[in-house]
């Protein structure tokens, strides 16, 4: 058998099929990142996002080898040979499925070398489920391909497959009555593209993807081995007996979850001294990188009394009633694609602007603090003046006079007064340093 392996290998395309897939593939992530190089679950996630290409080079390749025999006018010649069908295609299944595999794999470790010196969180076990379903629909899909151009060996076959795989996604909710699961499950590269850096995708929802994509494999198998009509039935037992047990696990949609976050990658990890600077465990990587701006503006705001004494990552809306506090200053930080924080220099006069506050708009009812008294209290701050020809700057810059003249406790502790009411929305004295 492993002779007869290495034949094919060599006679065949699947070399060629298996580097083109390896290289479209980590090509599309490396020219179009967005998320990914944030964590290792976002890179699997947007590779899947390609899937509905990848599955088409991977149809047509299979599809062009399955054309062979007929292209070759052997097909009578093989069909004599004393050998079952079965026997005959294994090699050609296994040369395909493991070049297809492994191309998928690959173009996840080639994108992932750039990210392993700023990317230091990992779920193991969920970052393999998601390369597993996609690695395990390309193998699918090559080995449908082979059925496809065996029983329809035309030039256009290979084509019609990669284009019918493009679309797919247009018609993902129309063919599953737009039930989000079933969509999901269905179809690999649909619904992951969740609103914040910790999204992932659950092992149980996984597993249901690998067994029901197992089934289809298995059925696309026995399609391209059976040798007569009747053998071509038997190839539906698989896909449906998949399709059951994903169902299953995911009790009938009631185990599925949208847009799912992990909860470890959301938690803090700090530096151990004083101030203390946390960011999530998924961006722990950058921490060193944002420490030092986020500890000079706590330095700044250590003028005003009860000024902030820590700083913590800024994780999205639902965090602002629990964190947004005097004693809490909120770091917000983009990364880039390079794995590093984006203008880490600007980090400083962000976090000092606004009074130390990130500007969030006050609730229905409440008008917050005098604008142009925020602006005084952020000059004094940093020691600027409020630019602009505008009647608010003039505003402004007569108040940060008045703030001026007074001394150094009273004035921080009117600007600490004003950083109050813009943490509360209140009015208060931050109308009248």
């Not at 079952?84 to 297809?100: D, I, S, T």
Request: aromatic share 6%; net charge neutral.
């Amino acid at each position: 058998m492993t002779r007869i392996l290495r034949i094919e290998l060599r006679r065949s395309a699947v070399l060629w099929a298996a580097a083109t897939l390896l290289i479209t593939g980590a090509w599309l992530l490396y020219s179009a990142r967005e998320r990914w190089t944030t964590g290792y679950m976002l890179l699997a996630l947007d590779q899947r996002w390609y899937l509905p290409l990848l599955l088409g080079l991977a149809m047509a390749a299979g599809a062009a080898q399955g054309r062979r025999d007929h292209r070759c006018g052997v097909g009578e010649l093989f069909a004599s040979v004393p050998r079952p069908r079965a026997q005959q295609v294994v090699p050609m299944l296994l040369a395909y499925g493991a070049g297809m595999f492994a191309a998928y794999a690959g173009a996840t470790g080639l994108a992932a070398l750039r990210i392993v010196g700023t990317a230091h969180y990992l779920r193991a076990g969920a970052f393999a489920g998601v390369v597993a379903a996609g690695a395990t629909a390309v193998v699918a899909a090559a080995w449908f391909g082979l059925a496809a151009g065996r029983i329809l060996p035309y030039i256009a076959t290979a084509p019609a497959l990669a284009i019918a795989s493009m679309a797919s996604p247009l018609v993902a909710q129309g063919i599953t009555g737009h039930r989000e699961w079933l969509s999901s499950l269905l179809f690999p590269a649909y619904g992951l593209d969740g609103p914040t850096d910790f999204v992932s995708l659950p092992g149980r929802f996984s597993l249901a993807q690998v067994c029901y994509l197992t089934g289809l494999a298995a059925g696309a198998a026995l399609l391209f081995a059976a040798a007569h009509r009747r053998a071509r039935l038997t190839a539906l037992l698989p896909p449906a007996l998949g399709a059951v047990a994903a169902v299953l696990i995911l009790q009938g949609g009631s185990a599925y979850a949208e847009d799912p976050i992990d909860p470890v990658a959301r938690e803090l990890v700090c530096t151990p001294d004083t101030p203390r600077v946390c960011v999530a465990r998924l961006h722990g990587g950058v921490l060193p990188e944002v420490t030092p701006p986020v500890r000079a503006a706590i330095a700044t705001l250590a003028r005003l009394p009860n000024g902030p004494s820590r700083a913590q990552e800024y994780l999205g809306p639902g965090n602002k009633a629990l964190e947004q506090s005097a004693d809490t200053l909120l770091v917000p930080f983009a990364i880039g694609e390079d794995g590093h924080v984006i203008d880490p220099d600007r980090i400083e006069g962000y976090l000092l602007d606004n009074v130390g506050v990130l500007p969030f708009p006050c609730p229905e009812g409440r008008s917050g603090p005098d604008p142009a008294a925020v602006r005084a209290a952020t000059s004094w701050l940093l020691g600027t003046e409020p630019e602009g020809p505008d009647a608010e700057n003039d505003r402004a810059r007569e108040l940060l006079r008045s703030l001026r003249k007074l001394d150094e406790r009273e004035a921080a502790t009117r600007v600490a007064a004003t950083r109050q009411a813009v943490l509360t929305c209140a009015p208060g004295p931050a109308s009248a340093p």
